[in-house]
């Protein structure tokens, strides 16, 4: 296998990651690979803060504006479009840096997917009538085949019953198969993993002044008019400040303040689930805003891959953490991180 350096740089949204990866990729000639679920899609930019032209400029980006906002994107596509990344800096000789804060796309590429099938919508419509006809059927009937996945989705979770159950149908094989390869110490791709963090109640500020700074940029014009365009997938609907604008364009809030807040909001609950996956992953190196860029060099090359101290709480986690865990999908923002000013 070609010895090409590959670092993977993480960590909460607003933990400024995104500025500290450009300086550590000038430095070490690396090349970026954005690992967040949302900038895949093109027009997207302000809620997503995608790197400026002129950050581009100065450190080659891969894996942004891959998919209109119409389209469903989900991890097993993501880790398609990143292999082929991989492959051909292999063939160059360069390095890749990637980075950001969606755990499934992490999980998902280094360590492997177990492959899903794409979504039934006749299938998952009947599941979700049941649901609502029969409270507690589905669970009741995941017991009985998957009694691992029914262990830890609650009754009322409807999106990841019926997706668990789907997978059921269409394969035979559980939802839980994929807790149980992310289980395993075997990494698929060799890397060096860099947790960016800091004290939460600095992330809380930063939060608050971006999304000041967004919605003073035209977050709102800009969901307008892709609302008026080429339109939201269910996925991308779902992102962090474009869910809460097409929410206000449809029924306004009482005022601005109360988009910001519910924004910030949700928000501070994807930190709070980043946060405790990411303090579960041991093997990693953890560094902040006071750690030099030679220094963070330096971390990772002595730095061993993650494996999790507790494989059961880094599983649960990294469930909490995403929307679904067998649908290749955080359908929530990681709202790649910049300087909130």
């Keep these: ?29 690396l090349e970026i690979v954005s690992m967040d679920s949302m900038a895949v899609y093109r027009r997207m930019e302000l809620g997503t803060a995608k790197p400026s032209a002129s950050e581009r400029a100065r450190v080659p980006h891969w894996c942004l504006d891959l998919v209109e906002p119409n389209e469903v994107f989900d991890a097993a596509r993501w880790c398609q479009a990143a292999q082929a990344v991989l492959d051909d800096a292999r063939r160059r000789g360069v390095g890749l840096l990637f980075v950001g804060g969606t755990p499934l796309y992490l999980m998902a590429f280094f360590k492997g997917m177990v492959a899903t099938p794409p979504a039934d919508a006749p299938l998952r419509a009947r599941l979700a009538a049941r649901h609502a006809a029969e409270p507690g059927a589905l669970h009741a009937e995941l017991a009985l085949r998957d009694p691992a996945s029914a262990a830890w989705i609650h009754p009322h979770d409807e999106k990841r019953l019926v997706r668990a159950l789907e997978v059921l149908e269409l394969t035979g094989r559980t939802a839980s198969e994929q807790r149980e390869h992310f289980a395993r110490r075997a990494w698929r791709v060799p890397c060096r993993i860099l947790v960016f963090q800091r004290d939460r109640a600095e992330l809380h500020e ?28 269910p996925t991308s609907a779902l992102a962090i400040g474009y869910a809460e604008c097409l929410r206000h364009l449809e029924r306004p809030f009482k005022d601005d303040e109360e988009l910001r807040n519910r924004i910030r909001r949700a928000t501070h609950g994807l930190v709070r689930r980043q946060i405790t996956w990411l303090r579960r992953l041991a093997g990693v190196a953890r560094i902040g805003p006071t750690t030099g860029v030679d220094e963070a060099l330096a971390i990772a090359d002595a730095a061993e891959t993650g494996t999790p101290a507790s494989q059961s709480e880094a599983l649960d986690s990294l469930s909490e953490a995403l929307d679904s865990p067998s649908e290749a999908l955080d359908s929530r923002s990681e709202a790649t991180d910049r300087d909130p000013a």
């Design 206 to 233: 930063r939060i608050k002044l971006r999304t000041r700074a967004m919605l003073a940029a035209g977050l709102l014009d800009e969901t307008r008019a892709i609302r008026d365009s080429c339109g939201f997938s």
């Design 1 to 29: 296998m070609s010895a090409t350096r590959v670092l993977v740089l993480t960590g909460p949204t607003a933990s400024g990651k995104t500025a500290f990866g450009l300086e550590l990729a000038e430095r070490a000639g």
